[in-house]
Every structure is written in structure tokens, then in C-alpha cells.
């Protein structure tokens, strides 16, 4: 059986200057493992709202979203960010003070694997291009597209059955970013529910599922 996310009437208002904004207007969609999708809209749109919400790192005012039937309220955030899903900032919120190596370290060990951390980070900062050099250099000392790529090998090793990214490839040059999007494309394969949000209609002619544009706090498929 396939595991779904889905987002039921999904509503968030914020007040600004005592005015309230409807950030998301009654949002539906449902998302399935196996497959990639891609949320496209422009800055404003209401998509970091989105993902806030999917991520479990703002409360839902109204309406809610389920997995596997089980609304994540239920489930509770604190369990939904740690066992279900794996997070890709646009501003990579990687630990500065801390190595690539040691940052996908850090999600190996809430893993609790068993083998040997060390070599796994290696190996999966590897498939992102981060050689073992740069793997033991401060994530201070690298470019915004390496951070990314780390980002990227940190989600991975998270081992969730949810992905969701933030733009994850708008640091990095047309070769890389075709790379990395054939590892979320790899996640997907292996089961995995991925959902890149973005604002670039090239990226999300990479999903191999359906694409929901946003405007104005509203999502429809495309």
C-alpha cells in the first residue's frame, strides 16, 4: 500500500498591522510515495506558508493534513519532523561550526544506524558531488551551492518517508542542478514522497507526477 500526505481545506491567516491575510486559501492535494511533485509560484504566492505547514514547523489553523490517515496534530510536530520527514532550506540551516561530514552525521545518529556513521556520511555527501575533502571542511568555508548540496546529502540521510525542498536547486549551476534532480527523482523511486517547491518551471518539468502552481494562497494543478 502506498503512503499518501494529504492536505484537507487547508487555511492560514496572518495579521499584519492588525489586518488579516489569507495566506492560504482552503488548500486540497493529496501526494503518494513513488512519485516526485513539484509546486510552482512565484515569492508571495503563499508556498514557504505551504511548507511551514508539510513540514510540521508552524501549527494549522484550520483544516489539516494526514498521513496515512493520521492527522499530524495527532501524530504530533515534534514526531512528524523527526520520523517523517526530511527538510531541504533554501537557506540550508546547516550548523556552521560543524563539517559537511559532521552535519550529516547529526541526522545519521537520530537515525541511531547502526554502521558505521562516519563512512555513510562520506558515501552519501558522495552522491551529492561533495568530494571527502570538502566533506571535512567547514560548511562555513564552502560555496552556497556546496551548502546546498550538503542540505541536500542531510535530507537524504534522514532516511524519511517525506522529502520536501525549498528550492533546492537555486545555487547551483544547469549540470548540478540536473544531477540533484535525478537524485530526488532516485528518492522517489525508492518510495519515497518528494515534493520540491519552486518557482522555476524548468525544475518542475522534472516531476514525474502532477504539478500544483500557487497564487495567492491558492493551489491548483496545472
Given at each position: 500500500m502506498k503512503n499518501k500526505l494529504v492536505i484537507e481545506n487547508l487555511r492560514h491567516v496572518y495579521n499584519d498591522n492588525q489586518v488579516e491575510v489569507q495566506v492560504l486559501k482552503d488548500v486540497n492535494a493529496t501526494f503518494e510515495s513513488g512519485k516526485m511533485y513539484a509546486i510552482v509560484g512565484e515569492s508571495g504566492s503563499g508556498k514557504t506558508t505551504l511548507i511551514s505547514l508539510l513540514s510540521a514547523l508552524d501549527s494549522i489553523?484550520?483544516?489539516?493534513?494526514?498521513?496515512?490517515?493520521?492527522?499530524?496534530?495527532?501524530?504530533?510536530?515534534?514526531?512528524?519532523r523527526l520520523k517523517y520527514v526530511g527538510i531541504v532550506f533554501q537557506s540550508?540551516?546547516?550548523?556552521?561550526?560543524?563539517?559537511?561530514r559532521e552535519n550529516v552525521e547529526i541526522a545519521l545518529d537520530f537515525q541511531k544506524t547502526k554502521s558505521n556513521e562516519k563512512e555513510m556520511a562520506y558515501e552519501i555527501l558522495e552522491k551529492v558531488g561533495i568530494n571527502r575533502d570538502e566533506?571535512?571542511?567547514?560548511?562555513?568555508?564552502l560555496s552556497g551551492g556546496q551548502?546546498?548540496?550538503?542540505?541536500i546529502a542531510r535530507a537524504?540521510?534522514?532516511?524519511?518517508?517525506?522529502?520536501?525542498?525549498?528550492?533546492?536547486?537555486?545555487?547551483?549551476?544547469?549540470?548540478?542542478?540536473?544531477?540533484?534532480?535525478?537524485?530526488?527523482?532516485q528518492l522517489a523511486?525508492?518510495?519515497?514522497?518528494?515534493?520540491?517547491?519552486?518557482?522555476s518551471q524548468k525544475v518542475a518539468r522534472h516531476a514525474d507526477?502532477?504539478?500544483?502552481?500557487?497564487?495567492?494562497?491558492?493551489?491548483?494543478?496545472v
Open positions: 489553523q484550520h483544516g489539516d493534513i494526514k498521513y496515512n490517515g493520521e492527522s499530524i496534530n495527532h501524530i504530533g510536530k515534534g514526531v512528524f540550508y540551516n546547516l550548523i556552521k561550526y560543524m563539517t559537511a566533506a571535512d571542511r567547514l560548511v562555513q568555508k551548502q546546498q548540496r550538503v542540505a537524504m540521510a534522514c532516511d524519511t518517508p517525506i522529502v520536501v525542498a525549498d528550492e533546492p536547486t537555486g545555487n547551483l549551476d544547469e549540470d548540478t542542478e540536473g544531477k540533484i534532480l535525478e537524485l530526488f527523482k523511486d525508492a518510495g519515497k514522497i518528494v515534493i520540491i517547491v519552486t518557482h507526477a502532477i504539478v500544483y502552481h500557487m497564487r495567492n494562497g491558492v493551489l491548483s494543478k
